[in-house]
């Protein structure tokens, strides 16, 4: 007679070969001044990043402030880009290089880990992986 533990480890091994590997999503944030998120969309689609998304930001810090930090303006652009773990180091890097993040005022880039998706859509749609079966 078979164990629960046993046939929950069977279920379990199932599981995992059926259900092809994905890679881990890494959800990069772009904060850059106005205009330069279309710059950055050509990057997304020249690497052919499934999923990204440019949205207008503005900020509400007051001139005061701004001016102490050496910052000019206040409307942004912030680009959300959902690349494979693998390739966040290297695009990063790129989008630095290219709008030259390093230099102060110029933008900030930060990476957060998508460790959970509640449906199999929305990790095809992430990845640009499809987890149909192919007959």
Do not use: W
């Amino acid at each position: 007679m078979e164990t629960k533990r046993n046939f929950l480890d069977r279920i379990r091994n199932r599981q995992q070969e059926e259900t092809p590997a994905v890679e881990p999503i890494k959800l990069i944030v772009f904060i850059v001044n106005r205009g330069m998120g279309e710059k950055i969309t050509a990057m997304c689609l020249a690497h052919r990043v499934a999923m990204h998304l440019t949205m207008r930001g503005h900020g509400t810090a007051d001139s005061k402030i701004l001016d102490y930090l050496g910052l000019g303006e206040t409307e942004k652009d912030v680009v959300l880009a959902a690349v494979p773990a693998s390739a966040k180091e290297l695009f990063m890097q790129e989008v630095s290089d290219a709008l030259q993040l390093e230099k102060p005022g110029h933008g900030i880039a930060f990476a957060i880990p998508l460790s959970s998706l509640a449906e199999r859509g929305a990790l095809e749609l992430l990845s640009g992986f499809s987890l149909k079966e192919e007959n």
